[in-house]
Nanobody, 116 residues
Framework: VQLQASGGGLVQAGGSLRLSCAAA????????MGWYRQAPGKQRELVAT???????NYADSVKGRFTISRDNAKNTVYLQMNSLKPEDTAVYYC???????????WGQGTQVTVSS
């Protein structure tokens, strides 16, 4: 398995969750890792990215609430989600590229459900 995501679940609005994505080293050492999400009936959208050097980028809808980080010793990327809203409900996917071939890989997705 190249990318293994975990940490989703059911939470009330205002609550927090932390997603984890364990990656194969050849992917983790690529240019960047990211989290995307797809809500029912909607297209997959970018949530946050983090480069190999630690630079981060966020969708406007999650700025100030979500934090992406990486643990280089564990080849793992995290998404800390605070102040969750019902509109954050979606399947969350981690993404990365093979460092040598640039082939894109996706994790299996983890469901996040925020109740109002």
């Amino acid at each position: 398995v190249q990318l293994q995501a975990s940490g989703g679940g059911l939470v009330q609005a205002g609550g927090s969750l932390r997603l984890s994505c364990a990656a194969a080293r050849v992917i983790f050492s690529g240019n960047a890792m990211g989290w995307y999400r797809q809500a029912p009936g909607k297209q997959r959208e970018l949530v946050a990215t983090i480069t190999r050097s630690g630079n981060t980028n966020y969708a406007d809808s999650v700025k100030g609430r979500f934090t992406i980080s990486r643990d280089n010793a564990k080849n793992t990327v995290y998404l800390q989600m605070n102040s969750l809203k019902p509109e954050d409900t979606a399947v969350y996917y981690c993404n990365g590229n093979d460092r040598f071939t640039n082939r894109a890989y996706w994790g299996q997705g983890t469901q996040v459900t925020v109740s109002s």
